[in-house]
């Protein structure tokens, strides 16, 4: 299931999730990862 959620479609992909058993943990949300601050990264004010 966690293949086909990230799009995993070769087999060495398929094969690691397997021998490292991600498909056995919890599963993964968008919304769980956020971008940290960084010094040079603009804003969207630099593109007004």
Request: net charge positive; with cysteine; proline share 6%.
């Amino acid at each position: 299931m966690l293949a086909l959620q990230i799009g995993a479609c070769q087999y060495r992909h398929v094969r690691n999730i397997l021998v490292n058993n991600r498909d056995q943990s919890a599963p993964a949300t968008a919304g769980d990862w956020v971008s940290p601050n960084h010094a040079h990264v603009r804003g969207p004010g630099y593109y007004q």
